[in-house]
């Protein structure tokens, strides 16, 4: 069993940054792919960004390249999704989910843990 817990989130202006983290608990947290998703009202989830097991980070949502990052510290069992430059498009609940295998894709949905979540608020 892996616990996964959100922070970082909150209310920020157009063209701010935030970093979230998603810290791990329970199993070994490098043995685990990490995903960020988001949600924003009436809109279905969103795969943001991935990381392998070794650190190795892939943007899936096109409005986020070149401004968010993914990374981790397996050390600290905690992954990152830095957001630079934010958009109010870019509110929305974020979610870390968490697969056992070394590494996922941008097509692949399906994920074994999940946090409850960090609100993301980007106002005009």
């Known amino acids: 069993q892996v616990q996964l817990v959100e922070s970082g989130g909150g209310l920020v202006q157009a063209g701010d940054s935030l970093r979230l983290s998603c810290a791990a608990s329970g199993r070994t947290f490098s043995m685990y792919a990490m995903g960020w998703f988001r949600q924003a009202p009436g809109k279905e989830r969103e795969l943001v960004s991935i990381i392998s097991r070794a650190g190795s980070g892939t943007d899936c949502a096109d409005s986020v390249k070149g401004r968010f990052s993914i990374s981790r510290d397996n050390a600290k069992n905690t992954v990152y999704l830095q957001m630079n430059s934010l958009k109010p498009e870019d509110t929305a609940v974020y979610y870390c989910?968490?697969?056992?295998?070394?590494?996922?894709?941008?097509?692949?949905?399906?994920?074994?843990?999940w946090g409850q979540g960090t609100q993301v608020t980007v106002s005009s």
């Open positions: 989910a968490a697969k056992s295998v070394y590494s996922t894709s941008c097509y692949t949905r399906e994920y074994d843990y």
